[in-house]
């Protein structure tokens, strides 16, 4: 019988497709949600689980925002106010 070390991680990260993250991307018109610069995917934009995987978060577009590398790397798995935070995602998604 074949041994299955089929644990499910914590941590693991969904692979989104591209028009899956356009979409994410178009709920802060194309812009990181908290600096607001013009993000591109596949050139530095990425997905963030808005609350983490790893504290609860779930693989859901009201879960999901787009933010630059910089801003994903500075929000790292902490949740922040989204009032301060999200400041650019667009009034109809705020609703996290
Ligand atoms: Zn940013």
Do not use: W
């Not at 018109?29 to 993000?39: F, I, L, M, S, V």
């Amino acid at each position: 019988m074949e041994k299955k070390p089929d644990r499910c991680k914590v941590n693991e990260r969904e692979q989104f497709s591209y028009e899956y993250k356009q979409k994410i991307l178009a709920k802060s018109d194309d812009r990181c949600c908290h600096c607001g610069r013009k993000a591109y995917i596949g050139y530095g934009a990425t997905v963030d689980h808005y609350v983490p995987i790893s504290k609860g978060g779930i693989n859901d577009d009201c879960n999901l925002v787009m933010l630059c590398e910089t801003c994903n790397k500075e929000k790292d798995d902490l949740i922040i106010d989204p009032d301060n935070y999200l400041v650019y995602l667009k009034e109809p998604y705020i609703s996290i």
